[in-house]
C-alpha cells in the first residue's frame, strides 16, 4: 500500500482551516468540503473528555464511504504574533506506516506480545504474538480504547491501571498477571513489562510493553509453594498414621472431595518390606477424609483391610510406580465405583457424580508403603497431568515422613528390647537394703536413652547400688549401657572400693576412645554413681563420676541430698575420684536416680531437687508405692529424657547374727578357733553346718597363719547364707591351684571351693579378707 501522509490545520476554536492533499486520500473528502467544518465532526468514535483538548494520539476517521480509518496524529501547536496559541497542525498517518525495516520486523515477528499504546490507552501498535493473544487482526484494535476490547475482569483493570501509571508517572512497571485459559483448572499467567515512550523533545508520546507467557513458571512456582506447605504441614511428628491423616488434611477440600491412604500392613509393624504382588493387593486403610461430615463416601473404614483387585487404579498405581489417572467412562473406574457400591451400597448416593480419580503411590527410598487416593465428585474439574506431577510429588514427601516416621519406630523398639534385656528383670536376692524401682523410656523424638541401674551382692552381706546415664539415644546408647553394666558388675565382682571402682571404669572407657580413634565412642561423657552398703556397719560409702548425688530419708522423715565429691565424667579424666562415707540408721531410704527426674529445659535444678526430698518424705505402704508417688511428683508432664529411679530402704544385721575373733598367729591356735567357730553354730542352732564350716576355718585360718600377716581375725556371718570371713594384713590374694599327687599343700582352697556355694577375695585397707559362703535352709 502507498504510504500516504495527511496535513490538517485547525484553529484554537477546532475548526478545520487547511486540508491537504494527502489527507484527501486518507479520508475520500475534498478540501471544501471539509474546510470550515468541526475537527469532531471527522471522528469515527466520540471523543472522551479526558482527552477532548490534545490532537496527539490514535484516532478513527470517517471515511467519505462510511468506513472506519484508523489513524495516528500528531499535533504541532502554531502561535499567533502575541504567543498566544493559534491552532495546531496536524500530521496523519495510517499506524502501518512505510514497509518495515529491520527493527520493525524484529518488533513484527517477536516470539512475545508486544504493543504500543498512546497517552489515552488507545492501541497504536501490535506485533503478531499479540494479535494472537487477542483473537482478532491488528486493524480492529488500532486506534481503539483498551477496556471496549476486553472483558470487564480483575485482570484487564489492572493492566489498564499500569498503562495508566506508566503514562501518567512515565517509570516503567513490571509485574505478573493471571487470566483464565482453555485448560482446565489451570490459570494463563504472564510476566508483563511496560515503559514510557518519549520522541526526540523527550516528551511522553505513548507506553511499550512486552508480555512473555510464563504459564510454566508459575505453575512450577506453585506447585513448589504448596509443596514446602506440604513439607510443614507433614511429618510434625514421628507417627505414621498420623502423618497419613496430615496428608488427607492437605488434599481436602482443597484438591478433592474424598482422599484415603492406605498402607500395606508391614509398614505398621516391625517387619521387612515384602514384594509388592503382581495380583490382588491387601491395603490397610490408615485414613481418609471427605468434604462430607462422617465420610460416606468411603466403602473401607479406618482400620480395616481391603483387597484391590489388579484392574483397580490404587493396585495400578502400587504395581507401576507412578501415578494413575482414572476419568468416568473408562472401564476400569466404571467398574470400580461399582464394586464400591457394592461393597458398601450405603454410600451408593454420596459416590453419584464422581469424575475423576488419582492414584499415586507412596514410596521412599525404593520401597513401596502404600497408595494415596484423591477423587473429585463435586468439584468441577477432572484430574489432569499437572496435577498428577503435583501429586507424586506430595505424595513422596509424604512417604519419607512416613518411612522415617517407621523408622524411628523400628528403632525405638529394637533400643527398649535390648535395654530391658540389659536391665536386670528380677533383682538378686539379698538382705541388706529393700529396693524397688522404675524406669520410663523418654517418648521424645530424640528415642531411647541410656539410662541404667544395677543392684549387686558383695560379700560380707554387703550390696551394692549402682546407676548411670549414657550420652546420647537410641541403639548406640542402649549398647554402651550395657558395656558399661557388664563392666560394673565385673569390677563389682571383684569388690573394688567405689572410687576404685570408678577408677577402673574411666580407664576402661578412655582406652575404647584411643582404640576407636577416628570413631565416636558412645561412652565418653557418661556419668555414673557407685554406692556399697555394709549392714552390719550401717555404712554407705559411694562415689560418684559426674552424676547427681543422692538422697535419703531418714527415719524420723526429714529428707536431704548425701553430700559428695564429684568427680568428672567418664573418660574425660585428669580428676580423681573421691569417696564419700554416710552413716544410716536401720529403715533409712536411699534414692538413686538419673538426671531426666530433676533436670528440664523449662525447670530450675535447685527447685526440682527441693521437690525430689519433699516426694521422698510422703508415707506410703511399699516402696513400690513410694516410687509412684516420686515419679509422680517430680516427673516433668513432657520428659525429655529417660528417667531411672531406685529407691532402697536399709537393713542392719545386728550383733547377734554376727560373731568376731582375733585369731593369735600360731599353728596351734586352729583348733582353739574352730572350736569357738562349733560352739557358736551350736548357738544359733546350725549344728548340720558344723561340719564343713570346720573344714572351711581350719583351711582359711591355716592360711592366714602360715601365709598371711597379723593380725588375724574370723568373723562369722549368720545371714540368708552362712559367711565364713578371715582376715589379714597381708596383700596377697590367694588362688586355687592343681596339686600334684605327692604335693603336701595346696588343696584347701581347693576343698573350700568344693564344699562352699562360693569363695572369693577383696583388698581391704588393712590387706584382705578371704570369704566363703554356705547355703542355709529357709527359716
Not at 493396585?315 to 507412578?322: H, I, K, P, S
Amino acid at each position: 500500500m502507498e504510504h500516504v501522509t495527511a496535513v490538517v490545520v485547525v484553529d484554537a476554536r477546532g475548526v478545520v482551516t487547511g486540508w491537504s492533499e494527502g489527507a484527501r486520500l486518507l479520508t475520500g473528502y475534498a478540501a471544501d468540503e471539509v474546510v470550515g467544518r468541526q475537527a469532531r465532526d471527522l471522528l469515527a468514535e466520540d471523543v472522551r473528555a479526558d482527552s477532548s483538548a490534545t490532537l496527539t494520539g490514535a484516532a478513527v476517521l470517517r471515511h467519505r464511504d462510511g468506513s472506519s480509518v484508523p489513524l495516528h496524529l500528531k499535533a504541532c501547536p502554531v502561535l499567533g504574533p502575541d504567543g498566544t496559541p493559534g491552532g495546531h497542525v496536524v500530521t496523519a498517518e495510517r499506524p502501518g506506516g512505510p514497509e518495515p525495516g529491520l527493527a520493525g520486523q524484529a518488533f513484527q515477528q517477536a516470539s512475545m506480545s508486544m504493543s504500543v499504546f498512546d497517552t489515552r490507552q488507545c492501541y497504536l501498535r501490535l506485533n503478531d504474538v499479540a494479535c494472537q493473544v487477542m483473537g482478532v487482526p491488528e486493524e480492529v484494535l488500532l486506534g481503539r480504547y483498551f477496556p471496549d476490547t476486553v472483558e470487564d475482569a480483575e485482570h484487564s483493570r489492572g493492566f489498564l491501571a499500569n498503562l495508566r501509571q506508566v503514562a501518567e508517572t512515565g517509570r516503567p512497571v513490571s509485574y505478573e498477571s493471571c487470566t483464565a485459559a482453555s485448560a482446565p483448572n489451570r490459570e494463563h499467567a504472564w510476566s508483563i513489562e511496560m515503559w514510557p515512550v518519549r520522541d526526540s523533545a523527550g516528551e511522553l508520546t505513548g507506553v511499550a510493553l512486552a508480555a512473555l507467557d510464563s504459564t510454566e513458571q508459575y505453575w512450577a512456582r506453585r506447585r513448589l509453594a504448596q509443596l514446602n506447605e506440604a513439607a510443614a504441614a507433614l511429618g510434625t511428628t514421628l507417627d505414621a498414621v498420623r502423618t497419613t491423616e496430615e496428608l488427607v488434611e492437605l488434599l481436602v477440600p482443597k484438591h478433592a472431595d474424598f482422599a484415603s491412604v492406605d498402607l500395606l500392613d508391614w509398614v505398621l509393624g516391625a517387619g521387612e518390606p515384602p514384594r509388592v504382588p503382581d495380583g490382588e493387593t491387601v491395603l490397610r486403610r490408615v485414613a481418609h477424609r471427605s468434604v462430607t461430615e462422617g465420610t460416606p463416601e468411603a466403602a473401607v473404614h479406618v482400620g480395616e483391610t481391603d483387597l484391590y483387585p489388579p484392574f483397580c487404579p490404587p493396585a495400578r498405581a502400587l504395581r507401576e510406580g507412578r501415578a494413575v489417572l482414572s476419568q468416568a467412562g473408562e472401564p476400569d473406574f466404571v467398574r470400580w465405583v461399582a464394586e464400591c457400591n457394592a461393597r458398601a451400597p450405603e454410600g451408593r448416593p454420596f459416590r453419584r457424580g464422581v469424575h475423576s480419580m488419582l492414584a499415586v503411590p507412596l514410596r521412599a527410598r525404593g520401597t513401596t508403603l502404600g497408595v494415596a487416593v484423591a477423587v473429585r465428585i463435586a468439584h468441577p474439574d477432572d484430574y489432569a497431568a499437572d496435577d498428577a506431577v503435583f501429586a507424586e510429588q506430595l505424595a513422596g514427601r509424604a512417604a519419607v515422613c512416613i518411612d522415617n516416621a517407621r523408622r524411628f519406630a523400628r528403632e525405638r523398639t529394637t533400643a527398649l528390647a535390648l535395654q530391658h534385656s540389659l536391665l536386670p528383670r528380677r533383682l538378686p536376692g539379698q538382705s541388706a537394703v529393700d529396693v524397688a524401682h522404675r524406669y520410663l523410656p523418654s517418648g521424645s523424638l530424640a528415642g531411647v536413652g541410656g539410662d541404667w541401674f544395677d543392684v549387686i551382692p558383695l560379700s560380707g552381706s554387703r550390696v551394692a547400688l549402682v546407676v548411670g546415664d549414657v550420652v546420647g539415644h537410641g541403639i548406640p546408647s542402649s549398647a554402651t549401657m550395657g558395656r558399661l553394666c557388664m563392666a560394673v558388675r565385673t569390677l563389682a565382682d571383684v569388690d573394688l572400693a567405689p572410687d576404685e571402682l570408678l577408677t577402673h571404669l574411666d580407664d576402661l572407657v578412655t582406652h575404647l576412645a584411643m582404640d576407636d580413634a577416628g570413631d565416636e565412642v558412645a561412652e565418653l561423657g557418661a556419668t555414673c554413681l557407685y554406692a556399697v552398703y555394709d549392714p552390719i556397719a550401717r555404712r554407705l560409702a559411694l562415689a560418684s563420676a559426674g552424676h547427681p548425688a543422692p538422697a535419703v530419708v531418714l527415719p524420723d522423715g526429714t529428707a536431704q541430698l548425701i553430700e559428695t565429691s564429684p568427680g568428672p565424667p567418664l573418660g574425660v579424666g585428669g580428676l580423681p575420684f573421691e569417696a564419700t562415707e554416710a552413716e544410716l540408721p536401720e529403715g533409712a531410704v536411699v534414692a538413686l536416680y538419673t538426671d531426666g527426674l530433676i533436670e528440664h529445659r523449662d525447670r530450675d535444678i535447685d527447685r526440682a531437687t527441693a521437690e525430689l526430698c519433699r516426694a521422698l518424705t510422703a508415707r506410703t505402704d511399699t516402696l513400690d508405692a513410694l516410687c509412684d508417688t516420686v515419679i509422680k511428683a517430680v516427673l516433668p508432664e513432657e520428659p525429655s529424657d529417660d528417667v531411672a529411679l531406685l529407691l532402697a530402704r536399709t537393713r542392719a544385721l545386728g550383733a547377734d547374727r554376727v560373731a568376731t575373733w582375733d585369731v593369735l598367729p600360731d599353728p596351734a591356735h586352729v583348733a582353739v578357733t574352730r572350736q569357738a567357730a562349733t560352739e557358736q553354730l551350736a548357738a544359733w542352732g546350725l549344728e548340720e553346718t558344723a561340719f564343713v564350716t570346720e573344714l572351711v576355718v581350719s583351711e582359711l585360718v591355716t592360711n592366714a597363719i602360715r601365709y598371711g600377716e597379723p593380725p588375724i581375725q574370723l568373723r562369722l556371718i549368720r545371714d540368708r547364707a552362712l559367711i565364713c570371713e578371715v582376715s589379714d594384713g597381708s596383700s596377697t590374694s590367694p588362688h586355687l591351684r592343681r596339686a600334684h599327687a605327692f604335693d603336701e599343700g595346696g588343696r584347701g582352697l581347693l576343698l573350700v571351693a568344693q564344699l562352699t556355694q562360693r569363695w572369693g577375695s577383696r583388698q581391704t585397707s588393712r590387706g584382705k579378707t578371704i570369704w566363703a559362703e554356705q547355703s542355709l535352709p529357709p527359716e
